[in-house]
């Protein structure tokens, strides 16, 4: 052991500082609820929260508990977090390099878009998508049908439902196709190394994800069918949609300014990112005699990924984290929900903000956990 | 020569702490509340983010409104101005945070009196200045004019962290409706979104319903249907654990309703002295000592009467004279067939 007293000191008082700093306000908390006769505990959770929630994935109403409500709340944070970054994450990268694009037009209307988006207070966009946007959506009753079936109305999207006959075995072809793909890839892979032979992989695996499920069509027996929303009147100017699936604006309103606004950091992240990568690697490439394809697949993405992927992962916490500002405009994610109705009805702050807080470091944590996973996979691998 | 001068003001210092420290929490007995609100001049008072009639700033920042005014006699009472309040605007949401953390003294925000609310939360209801119940709204257009025409499929919206949202429950449920609820943080939010036609019904209290369809683009296309399905019992609360100052509020309000059942107007109080009524007297500070059990002076209630007026006169500044609900119905005086009852100051 080779340590010295003057290394542990200042970090022993530190450690003090903070357990003592806690240590009050918790103290301090503990006394001033007992002096207002406020109980401390988490029992409420399984007591019966008696409030409706307007959108849930899971099977809720009042009777249930307070614990289910936290679910719904938790899980439709989770939903319009994973939609969110998947769009955010398709359109960064599609402005991203049409920021690079040589054509004018392009390169002029990405940077108007990045510089639109990014500069406006994301809860203005918001209440500019669901209140601005949603004033101009016609009602139920006068909404033209997109493509016959879609119903797009001031009360909601409505899009037709799928009913499936033996989706087992639409599914297993699924399974198996992809079980399928990877074997070729790593067979391809072999080949390559050796004998040289290139297979083409990309065309055989399109061609296997779109057969396999075709065939469980033809064969397998998998019938589908829709069933497409009606018009139902409610009173003499009042309608909806019934059947099919309802999509409520405030969900689509939340997952559109918050992918609109995250893309434009992204966009940003991924032009770093390729400009990041010198020119002389593209040349150097395309010297040994690679296809503009094979430059961009082999050398030049999994080197302007190690630069993207670290302030991207930032981008995929902050729209997690903004998705909070749903409660603005009545979409029942976990603030509105949990730290909103289930606060008030229990009067438990203390406990529900803590547990609310404690979620969103977990969604974070994971989120960030998964990211240096990946960066640690595509990065150098130094031998 | 230095040094000792420094001892001795340190030692002063320290027998100056002392001294305020003794003083200070032998007033403190009486009441923290009451001692730290005349220290710093003014009423902690927590509002409603705009409500007519109840809580609502005008372009100048003045508030006004039957909350406002309990707010208002209660400054008059320990203060001595009635105009010496700081509003705090506060959401559903916020409101009883607020209160329990000590940022606001009085919490008078058309705030329903519930038992879990009353029992659980570290609050104390003082009294109620508004008997209310929930109702709904609809558009004119929609021919619905009771809420036995509402149908499965119905959404309303309302405010998160009310009792609005737990009623409607109730209500759906025992009709066996199926509703789609959509709750918004802010009344404003609410207002704007059912305005748009995203929902076939705005609930909340009917006060509520009445003030906020004044904010609507074309009110007269709305209605507030007959029906009232919960009753709401709005009024101002404290902190629990502070009795004194619970029963300064208590008595600033139940002062103001009295007032009214005598008949003793801002305009006519300073006559009433010489009445031959002892209540009357008792009420204006002409006989009695009531102030005293509060640590106030015995002018405290004709401070409230003369500034703030009395229970009809506020109601008829601020909600029957703002249109919004002409008619008192239940807010009435016991006298006069309504249910505004409170009990003797003597």
Known sequence: ?383 | MFKYLKQLTSLVAMVVVLFTFTTESMAAKKSKTLKNTQKKGFVRCGVSQGLPGFSNADAAGNWTGIDVDVCRAVAAAVLGDANKVKFTPLSAKERFTALTSGEIDILSRNTTWTLSRDADIGLTFVGVNFYDGQGFMVRKSSGITSTSQFKDGISACTNIGTTTELNMRDFFNSKGIKYEPVAFEKADEVVAAYDAGRCDTYTTDKSGLAAQRTKMSNPDEHIVLPETVSKEPLGPVVRQGDSVWEDIVRWSLNTMIEAEEYGITSANADMMKTSDNPAIKRLVGAEGELGAAFGLDNDWSLRIIKQVGNYGESYKRNIADTGILPDRGPNELWTKGGILYVPPAR
């Open chain 1, 1 to 383: 052991m080779n340590f010295k007293l003057k290394d542990i000191v200042p970090q022993l008082i530190t450690v003090t500082a903070v357990v003592l700093v806690f240590g009050f306000f918790t103290y301090n908390a503990q006394i001033n609820m007992e002096n207002r006769g406020i109980d401390f505990g988490y029992g409420f959770l399984s007591q019966e929260s008696s409030f409706d929630v307007q959108f849930s994935l899971i099977e809720y109403d009042g009777s249930h508990s307070y614990f289910r409500a936290y679910l719904v709340g938790l899980l439709n944070t989770i939903l319009v977090s994973v939609i969110g970054i998947i769009i955010a994450t398709i359109l960064g990268v599609i402005v991203g390099v049409a920021r690079l694009s040589p054509n004018y037009l392009i390169n002029k209307f990405a940077a108007f878009y990045v510089e639109f988006f990014r500069n406006i207070p994301l809860l203005l966009q918001i209440f500019f998508w669901y209140f601005a946007a949603l004033r101009a959506l016609p009602l139920p009753q006068d909404a033209e049908a997109i493509f016959g079936v879609f119903f797009l109305t001031i009360k909601g999207l409505y899009v037709p439902a799928f009913i499936w006959q033996n989706f087992s075995v639409f599914f297993y072809s699924i399974v198996a196709a992809i079980i399928a793909i990877i074997v070729i890839r790593i067979h391809a892979k072999r080949v390559q190394e050796n004998q040289g032979k290139q297979i083409p992989v990309f065309l055989i695996s399109i061609g296997l994800i779109f057969i396999l499920p075709l065939l469980s069509f033809l064969i397998g027996g998998v019938g589908i069918s829709f069933e497409v929303p009606v018009l139902k009147q409610l009173a003499t100017t009042s309608f909806i949609y019934e059947g099919g699936v309802s999509l409520p604006p405030e969900l689509i309103a939340l997952t559109l300014s918050l992918s609109l606004y995250t893309a434009t950091f992204i966009a940003e992240c991924v032009r770093a990112g390729i400009q990041g990568v010198g020119k002389g690697q593209k040349e150097a490439a395309a010297s040994i005699g690679l296809t503009p394809n094979q430059v961009l697949k082999l050398v030049i993405m999994p080197q302007a990924l190690r630069i993207i992927i670290p302030p991207t992962t930032n981008q995929y916490l902050n729209l997690t984290k903004n998705s909070s500002l749903a409660a603005a405009i009545a979409y029942p994610d976990l603030v509105l929900v949990f730290a909103g109705t289930a606060l008030m009805q229990t009067g438990k702050a203390i406990e529900i903000v803590s547990i609310t807080m404690f979620t969103y470091l977990t969604l974070s944590i994971s989120i960030s956990l998964l990211m240096n996973w990946y960066n640690k996979k595509i990065a150098i691998q130094e031998k």
